[in-house]
């Protein structure tokens, strides 16, 4: 199932985003202190990202959380998806032990901006299709050339009209371009500032950072040692 980032539907998320910011603020430091004795495998920081004002697909009761910070013009998060992901999925999501999260990353600039600003209005106009969009926002991604010019607002309406068919796209247009879409990808990007992210995709599974994200047996052995 997917949630919404914050209130039910219609109604505002500045609440929860302020609320989100306040738990960042007060966690930062310590996580920080954290990375600071850093090494090079997977290694618990001491505090799990939060998810509050996120996407959370799966059972809210489940004991672990699985975050991805991710950027729709990363051909690694496109391969990740399309390989770990659905055994993932299958294995914890779909049978109630864990939940999984989103988390924008800008590092290509307008364009994954442009992804994140999509990701926030869609999210807020038709939280059940979220992850369909999701989803077809990386089929859309080109295998070849994706460094080239193809997230734009043409392509965005065109994946969310395959998302949702009736869609009103001024509607959409105008939900990204508001102030709280913006202050949600600024709350993502304080996250990657915060959980030191150098690279996409990054996992974390509760408070351990995944060192390499195609290891399945690394996630699966984090997951399993939080279930204990």
Not at 139 to 163: F, I, N, R, Y
Not at 164 to 176: F, G, H, R, S, Y
Not at 189 to 208: G, R, S, W
Request: a negative charge; glycine letters at 6%.
């Amino acid at each position: 199932m997917s949630s919404k980032k914050g209130t039910k539907p219609g109604g505002s998320r500045y609440f929860v985003l302020y609320t989100a910011i306040i738990i960042i603020v007060v966690a930062a430091l310590f996580v920080i202190n954290q990375q600071s004795k850093g090494g090079g495998g997977s290694e618990s920081i001491g505090s799990a990202p939060s998810t509050v004002a996120q996407p959370v697909m799966g059972d809210a009761a489940a004991k672990v959380s699985i975050v991805e910070f991710g950027d729709y013009k990363c051909p690694s998060c496109k391969a990740w998806g399309e390989t770990l992901w659905p055994k993932l999925k299958a294995d914890y999501v779909d049978t109630g032990k864990a939940t999984f999260s989103y988390i924008n990353v800008l590092f290509h600039g307008e364009e994954s901006r442009l992804g994140a600003l999509a990701s926030e209005a869609m999210l807020k106009l038709h939280p059940e299709q979220f992850w369909d969009f999701h989803k077809k926002l990386y089929d859309a991604q080109p295998g070849d050339d994706h460094d080239s010019l193809w997230l734009t607002e043409e392509k965005v309406m065109e994946t969310a009209k395959a998302a949702v068919p009736d869609l009103d796209e001024e509607a959409l247009k105008a939900t990204m371009a508001t102030e709280e879409a913006a202050k949600l990808v600024e709350l993502d990007e304080i996250l990657v500032k915060q959980f030191n992210i150098q690279a996409t995709p990054t996992i974390m599974i509760n408070d351990v950072k995944i060192a390499n994200p195609f290891d399945y047996a690394a996630i699966q052995a984090a997951i399993e040692k939080q279930l204990k």
